[in-house]
């Protein structure tokens, strides 16, 4: 019987098999059919602890007896006050800057950027209406960035195959050279430049460390570091989307955190639940939401939706909180990061592989394979091959990465990596 569902990023027509998966624990996902996957990518990037962590699929349980939904206009529930809360203590902080200290929510990373991109230019114009500065559109991103798919989100990333079809309706930014390695002054330079045009921008906006879906690219702390300061000396406000980057994935629980960088706006998501049930924050400084405070209705911050805050994910992400305060997470994703190092540098070695890469428990490396483009058939074979092996992976064109949940054991890093290794003799 064929299914009435259009999957996302999936072309129907090349008639690849959709696994259905009927239950999950752990790293493993079972499949209908009796057999199990290992989930190599934590189901896109989400499920950091584990699928169904107890604690959290308890939070939800309990929640959802008690308030499922309530309008967030001007109401409040407490697993949101107590989130709100949790995510400020925890927030990237470093002596001399602003902290964050306000929280928005939404249900993803999509719209957590947009909100961010939103309270920027919202920022800017309040700020105009009292004459205080001229008014600010222009927003700054960083080349091979990734934000979502919206059109907002997409406007401020790279733009190609993932968002050509709607590219008239896409706003113009300014790109800023993605600091390769050697290239990292032109980056700052170009920045720098940027910043000081006539036409001053309104944000900055960038993945921290490691830009993901655009091929996990990973530049140094002190450039990020550098890039915040160049934004802060120009008054032009510094957007950090921690959507992938965030809950450990690099790490620390924040990427911003190994460069002492605080944000003006921050924009989390995914892992935000451990991966349980959609939820997002952007997080902001108190000069942001004061631009918007005001007795003037015209200047409220005009962003709802229907779901804003849902009690059931908050109290997951209340529970998610409870795990980072009371386990050793941290201990956990360094084991998981030394695992996949020890493995990577051996995989490193074969004349199949090349550039391969790697921050905190997000590892990457490109297959020395012909007709390798994005568009090209390698990755749906690829994901074919990884599929029979009992693997959950989506390779970006020819780069495989990894980006697995921190409960997974060594032998399932054993069994990930041998089939990484057969992948490589098959297409290297
Ligand atoms: N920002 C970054 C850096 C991402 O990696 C993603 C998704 O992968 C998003 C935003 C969009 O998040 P979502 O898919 O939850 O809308």
Redesign the pocket.
Request: avoid cysteine; charge should be negative.
């Given at each position: 019987m064929t299914s009435p569902i259009w999957h996302p990023f999936h072309q129907h027509g090349l008639g690849e098999p959709i696994p259905r998966v009927v239950r999950a624990e752990g790293a493993v996902l079972h499949l209908a059919d009796g057999g199990t996957l290992i989930d190599g990518i934590s189901s896109?990037?989400?499920t950091t602890h584990g699928h169904c962590h107890p604690r959290i699929a308890a939070a939800i349980a309990e929640q959802a007896g008690r308030l499922d939904q309530l309008i967030f206009a001007g109401y409040t529930h407490e697993p949101a006050e107590e989130v709100a809360r949790g995510l400020i203590d925890l927030a990237p902080r470093a002596a001399g800057r602003d902290p964050l200290t306000h929280v928005f929510y939404s249900d993803?990373?999509?719209?957590?950027?947009e909100v961010a991109l939103k309270m920027a230019l919202g920022y800017w114009h309040n700020l105009a209406l009292d004459g205080l500065a001229p008014p600010r559109h222009r927003i700054l991103v960083l080349e091979h960035?990734?934000?979502?798919?919206?059109i907002g989100?997409m406007s401020v990333g790279e733009r190609g195959v993932y968002n050509q079809a709607w590219s008239p309706l896409l706003f113009d930014v300014g790109t800023i050279p993605f600091p390769a390695p050697g290239r990292e002054q032109r980056t700052l330079d170009s920045l720098e430049a940027a910043c000081a045009a006539p036409e001053k921008p309104a944000a900055f906006i960038v993945?921290p460390l490691i830009?993901?879906?655009g091929g996990m690219l990973i530049y140094p702390a002190h450039v990020l570091r550098d890039m915040a300061a160049i934004c802060a000396r120009h008054d032009v406000l510094f957007i950090a989307?921690?959507?992938?980057?965030g809950w450990g994935r690099t790490g620390t629980l924040f990427a911003c955190e190994q460069a002492g960088v605080v944000p003006d706006i921050m924009?989390v998501?995914?892992g935000i639940t451990g991966g349980a049930i959609?939820l997002?924050a952007t997080l902001a400084t108190a000069r942001i939401f004061d631009a918007h405070k005001s007795t003037d209705r015209a200047r409220l911050f005009y962003h709802s939706s229907s779901y804003t805050a849902n009690a059931i994910a908050c109290a997951a992400a209340a529970a998610n909180l409870a795990i980072w305060r009371e386990e050793d997470v941290p201990g956990r994703i360094a084991n998981l990061s030394d695992g996949i190092a020890a493995r990577l540098a051996r995989l490193a070695d074969r004349p199949a592989f090349a550039h391969a890469r790697q921050l905190g428990a997000i590892a990457a490396i490109d297959l020395n394979a012909p007709d390798a483009g994005y568009l090209s058939d390698l990755a749906p074979r690829l994901r074919a091959f990884f599929l029979a092996r009992g693997l959950l992976l989506r390779p970006l064109g020819n780069t495989i990465y990894l980006m697995p949940p921190y409960c997974l054991d060594t032998d399932q890093l054993d069994q990930v990596f041998a089939v990484l290794a057969d992948a490589g003799e098959r297409f290297g």
């Open positions: 896109w990037w989400v993803s990373g999509s719209t957590a950027v960035g990734y934000h979502g798919d919206t989100t993945e830009l993901g879906a989307d921690e959507v992938m980057t924009a998501a995914k959609p997002a």
